[in-house]
């Protein structure tokens, strides 16, 4: 079984110790210990790189010497993975040339047995800040670099700044981008965040929708027409290509597409060219083609139901969109971010700066976090919009949550009060289970009044409603004779 990678909240950094000697291994692990290290031993090189495979370290101490591989040539295998895990070489025979090689390797220090604990910890100690130090900053950068370059997309999970990173390095380039994703994660949004970030930027972005334009329209909306091309083409008509030469083309839900138009988009992504309905005349065109899709593509070119070759063109550069649910972190900025843009939207609830003044009830918030977003931003964005028409004070009451969001705690729980909870019930979850069967059990107490539950409750009717509808409380009539 893997070992357990979490440190303890209160540890102050995770230590690898890889000597093949019981002894110091021994020695160390309760020196760090006792200093409030969590530290983890190898006897071995080869457990030690899977130790290092398994979980992440703050430090590692390597013995110079080992039965099955020299330190230094482990250091090489562990550098090549990893330069940022710093490593401080440990061993019995202290030569200069010894530590010179070891620096040159990559080792951030060099100890000699026997060393001196005091002067081990201290710089322990020094390194671990330094590197933390270094990877806050980098974070920080990358956070600042990022918002910079997309001023309206949200996100702080690493997903999403991988994602970011992603873009801002495609962008500059002609190459073209598929972006897939769920419904409502942001493909559009990143569309657009490509061309801004490219030098096509002060060209024309074209979006198209695949999916929703019929097949002979969209021939004629992209490659234009000429006069009398057929019933109705009064006159010239250019088409998207042109449109957006020198610029993006946006093509939303292509898998859409027909078999027919499939074969002539290829044509105009081989040949960058193609003719206007009616037309002989070849124009040719400098487009960027970013595409975007919900379904599984490949799964599609498998069916037989994409072509290949276009797939292969399309996706030169794939760009996939996490759902919501994967990067929960993200939640509570975009609901900030939101907030602000619908506040300004309604002018409702906004300081001297156009900044919102609404916050969601702990309550709310923690079912927006337990929440599994199958539409994704666009949902949250949605309910965030829909709290900010209803709210009538700064304090967001969770009963203003969308119906399916609000009922989705008690959806999968057991309904028997004797059942247990399912195990992987979150806190949330059982917290709202108790309080479901709290407020039951009061209930059959007073014969379902409302009224007296909420008194003997201690809570305002309104909220005992809220909870009722909000836990899925079936409410049975007081009978006659009660
Ligand atoms: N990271 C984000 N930051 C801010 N707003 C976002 C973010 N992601 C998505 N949105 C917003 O959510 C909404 C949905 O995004 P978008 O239309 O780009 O999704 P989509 O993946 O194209 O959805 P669909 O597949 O349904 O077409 C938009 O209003 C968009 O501005
Ligand atoms: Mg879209």
Partial sequence: MPETVTASPRSKGRILIIDDEYDIRESLETLLSIEGYTAVTAENAAQGLKRLEEGSYDLVLLDLMMPDRSG???????????????????????????????LKSGANDYFSKPWDNEKLLIEIDR????????????????????????PNIVGKSERMLAVLDLVAQVAPSKSNVLITGETGTGKELIAKAIHANSPRAERTFVGVNSGSVPPDLLETALFGHIKGAFTGAVANRKGYFETANHGTIFFDEIGTLTADMQVKLLRV?????????????????????????????????????????????????????????????DIPPLVDHFFDVYCRENAKFTDDAGRSLLRFEPEAMQILMDYNWPGNVRELENAVERAVVLANEREVPASVLPEPVLHAGGVRLPRDPGEPLPPDASLFEIVAEFERRAIIEVLEQVAYSQTEAAAKLRVPLSTLNQKIKRLDIPIRRKSASN
Avoid: W
Wanted: net charge neutral; charged share 35%; no cysteine.
């Fill in 269 to 329: 992504l081989q040949e960058r060219e193609f003719m206007a309905v009616g037309s002989n005349e070849v124009i040719r065109v400098d487009v960027r083609i970013v595409a975007a899709t919900n379904a599984d593509l490949k799964k599609l070119v498998e069916q037989g139901k994409f072509r290949e070759d276009l797939y292969y063109r399309l996706n030169v550069i794939d760009i996939s969109l996490p759902p919501l649910r994967d990067r929960k972190e």
């Fill in 72 to 102: 230094l040539e482990m250091l090489d295998d562990l550098r090549a993975r990893d330069r940022e895990t710093p490593v401080f070489l440990i061993t019995a025979y202290g030569s200069i040339e010894v530590a010179v090689q070891a």
């Fill in 127 to 150: 390194q671990i800040a330094r590197t933390r130090l270094e990877h806050e900053n980098r974070e920080l950068r990358r956070a600042l670099k990022v918002r910079y370059a997309f």
